[in-house]
């Protein structure tokens, strides 16, 4: 089983920057991929960003050239680098990560953290 722990959230103006983290604990061998994730009030979970354990990178369309997803394997932690924040990126980013379970995938949560952008 996997542990996320996201933190860096916070209120911001527009244009401004912020940096998530996740950091996971537990089984983490069995990581495949890991991503950001947000949902805005009244709104579905969408997809922000992912990174597999190769290090491959996929962005939503509508944050491409402003964020930016890493990761550092010795700290076992992911960020999500946020710039040029908009006020429609207001929301609640998740951490999930994808853990290999014999023959199945099984994704963990993190808690949440509350990104607000407003003037």
């Known amino acids: 089983q996997v542990q996320l722990v996201e933190s860096g959230g916070g209120l911001v103006q527009p244009g401004g920057s912020l940096r998530l983290s996740c950091a996971a604990s537990g089984s983490i061998f069995s990581i495949t991929a890991m991503g950001w994730y947000r949902q805005a009030p009244g709104k579905a979970r969408e997809l922000v960003a992912t990174i597999t354990i190769r290090g491959s990178t996929t962005y939503a369309d509508s944050v491409k050239g402003r964020f930016t997803i890493s990761r550092d394997n010795i700290k076992n932690t992911m960020y999500l680098q946020m710039n040029s924040l908009k006020p429609e990126d207001t929301a609640v980013y998740y951490c999930?990560?994808?853990?290999?379970?014999?023959?199945?995938?099984?994704?963990?949560w993190g808690q949440g953290t509350q990104v607000t952008v407003s003037s």
């Open positions: 999930g990560a994808d853990a290999s379970v014999g023959s199945r995938s099984i994704r963990s």
